[in-house]
T-cell receptor, first 114, second 109 residues
C-alpha cells in the first residue's frame, strides 16, 4: 500500500509557466488537502476537497486551482507561476472531515520558481 | 480566526525528558493534533486530544486543557532520532486543521 504519492519530487520552473502538481491516494479517503510549507510560516492550507466533486478554498488560495474528478486524485495547478510560490507543497488526505480525522501526508514536492 | 503559538526551538539531552508547549486561540474547537516532521520529510501523526487530560503512547504523551487553550507534548527517554520539528495543529469550528509554526527540537549527546 503506497498511501499518498506526489509527483514530481522537485521542480525548477520559470516564472509565468503553468505547472500541475499531482497527488494520488490509495486509501479511499474522502477528504484531500493541499498545503504549502515555508520557513518561519509553517504549513498553510491552499485548497481542500471534502469529497469527490467538491472543492474549497483554504487560507492561501490565490494563484492556485484544484479539481477532484474522482476519489483518488487531487491535482494542484499553478496557472502562471510567480517566485513567491517557491515552497514545499504537501498533499494530505483523511478518511472524513470530522474533528478527529487524522490527516496523512504525502512526501512533498519542492518547487522553485525563478 | 485561529492563533497557535509554540516555541521556535528547543534543545535537550539524550535520555532526558522534554516538554513542548502549545497555546491556541480558535473559533470553535474540535480537537488538537501533534505531528512530528523530520527535516526534508512529511509530517507524521503522533497524537490527538479532544478531551481534557493526558494521553500516553509509549515514550510520548500529550496533554490538553481546553479551558486554558493549552496543550503540551512530553517526550521521555529522548533519543537522537527524536531530533525533528513538532507541529501543534488545531481543528477549529470549520473542521479545518490550522498548524502552528512548529518547534524544532535538537537532541544532543
Amino acid at each position: 500500500i503506497a498511501g499518498i504519492t506526489q509527483a514530481p519530487t522537485s521542480q525548477i520552473l520559470a516564472a509565468g509557466r503553468r505547472m500541475t502538481l499531482r497527488c494520488t491516494q490509495d486509501m479511499r479517503h474522502n477528504a484531500m488537502y493541499w498545503y504549502r510549507q515555508d520557513l518561519g510560516l509553517g504549513l498553510r492550507l491552499i485548497h481542500y476537497s471534502n469529497t469527490a466533486g467538491t472543492t474549497g478554498k483554504g487560507e492561501v488560495p490565490d494563484g492556485y486551482s484544484v479539481s477532484r474528478a474522482n476519489t483518488d486524485d487531487f491535482p494542484l495547478t499553478l496557472a502562471s507561476a510567480v517566485p513567491s510560490q517557491t515552497s514545499v507543497y504537501f498533499c494530505a488526505s483523511s478518511a472524513g472531515t470530522g474533528g478527529g480525522d487524522t490527516q496523512y501526508f504525502g512526501p512533498g514536492t519542492r518547487l522553485t520558481v525563478l | 480566526g485561529q492563533n497557535i503559538d509554540q516555541p521556535t526551538e528547543m534543545t535537550a539531552t539524550e535520555g532526558a525528558i522534554v516538554q513542548i508547549n502549545c497555546t491556541y486561540q480558535t473559533s470553535g474547537f474540535n480537537g488538537l493534533f501533534w505531528y512530528q516532521q523530520h527535516a526534508g520529510e512529511a509530517p507524521t501523526f503522533l497524537s490527538y486530544n479532544v478531551l481534557d487530560g493526558l494521553e500516553e503512547k509509549g515514550r510520548f504523551s500529550s496533554f490538553l486543557s481546553r479551558s486554558k487553550g493549552y496543550s503540551y507534548l512530553l517526550l521521555k527517554e529522548l533519543q537522537m532520532k527524536d531530533s525533528a520539528s513538532y507541529l501543534c495543529a488545531v481543528t477549529g469550528g470549520s473542521y479545518q486543521l490550522t498548524f502552528g509554526k512548529g518547534t524544532k527540537l535538537s537532541v544532543i549527546p
